[in-house]
């Protein structure tokens, strides 16, 4: 539930009261007094210490006033925790992001109350330079499906306070679940004017499909021109990525509710493919180590500055799928559709960019878009849920969705036919499934069908596609993807020119899902409102406009 026992209204924390957190944090802080942040009593049995104090490095001399540059996040809720993150920063664009490459002591509590006066869990983390001074606290010992705040420390230094909440206990019967999905936020196509509304949405947490960062060069004329220079290496990606975390907006998304993350190309390079770059980027002349390297490297970074329940990465390998449950409700199904595909086929026969018909190579038995492994473990993972819905959070679109003649997006699922037959293969059986996607800048409502091949065949799962926080589609398709794609018998609905995210909500009964479009990423701010809701009854997968 959104609303906890005792509290009048939802959690709201837009750009006013990020900095009045802010503010909250250091008084609470200086009147707390003692070094075990209060806890007193049952509050103190409940302690979750990531790091015994003695362990922590000495602070070091002359640290700037400001370390918490970057906000705070929360993440991948368990019943009994909840990542908390921190990246201890003062100038996201230096080498050493302004503090030096000494380790840091960071302290840090959750308390259940906005005041700190009831603190259920602290403890201290070392922040080392080696990555990048972020910490990832694993906060445990905690109630399930509770609301907590939570901040971190540095000698006298406080951060911003963020909220956070645990998970449903795994047999709860849950009456609801309210959750927002949003992908595709390029600073430079647009302003993120939709951020303050999704901070102050009424919803349990966000699920970030991909593209939360973009690797390109500085574009002139550009509605935010990059500072950073374009990403190549660790350092060059932490400098995007601070550039892109660094925005109060964005922050104050991050500080009202954990999000569960994962990524798509751009985190990396456009339209990469496993240990192939895009032929036609910037980083397509790079031999096979080059290009892992530089994986690598923006896998790293990624971690560094993600709220994740992951160990960090060792190497140009790193596993993110992972599932995230609500209770019997709701079970999420986190894809990387990116680092183990088949390379994208059909170049020679492509119209624009990844856009073509399906060739002959395309169609092989063996390709893939999630690799072997991950594959076996969703099929597996989806056979043994007992949830009323079933939640894929993936980055491109499953649904066939040709936009000319046989011309599709080799991009997508499209380009990957086996790989799509086997995916409906696996959800045949499984109650409610449900796919959401992000990447293609476009919002739609569609059917995965039985014969993914054949769209008027019966539905077997609805799919329901973001557009994006701000990324551009371009204006002159517009037209012809609204009147071609909306003409399939298995499209329910499409909208090219609007930006912004969806929020569903989840009952045992149905699934309601509503776009929300800002008016515009052209000016600071901007209204937003509900452009289309679709539901879904529990039993029948097909979506009916509400």
Known sequence: MSEREGEGQPFRLGRRTFMAGVVAAALASACSGDDDGGDSGEAASNRSTSTAPADLPPLPDNLP????????????????????????????????????????????????????????????????????HAVHVDATGLDADTWYWYRFTVGDRVSPVGRARTAPAADADVDRLRFAFASCQNRQDGLWTAHPHLADEDVDLVVFLGDYIYEEETEDGSAQPYVSPAPVDLATYRQRWGEYRADPALQAAHHARPWVVTWDDHEVANDYAADQPDEGGAAGDATTDEWLTRRAAAYQAYYEHMPLRLDPPDSPDYRINRSVGWGRLAQFFVLDGRQHRSNQECADTAVIASAGPVCEEAEADDRTMLGDEQELWLGDALADSEATWNVIANQTVVSATPFALDVVNLDQWDGYPAARRRLVDDLRDVANPVVITGDIHVAGVASVTDDPDDPESDPVAVELIGTSLSSAFSASLVPIVEATVSELANVHYVEASSRGYVVCELTADELRAEFRYVDTVDEIESAIETGATWVVQAGDPTPRPA
């Open 65 to 132: 006033a400001e370390l918490f540059a970057l906000g705070v996040a929360s993440g991948d809720p368990l019943p009994d925790s909840v990542i908390l993150w921190a990246r201890i920063v003062a100038d996201p664009q230096s080498t050493d992001g302004g503090v030096g490459a000494a380790p840091i002591p960071v302290g840090w509590e959750v308390a259940t109350d906005e005041s700190f006066a009831d603190v259920v869990a602290s403890g201290g983390a070392a922040a080392d330079a080696a990555l990048a």
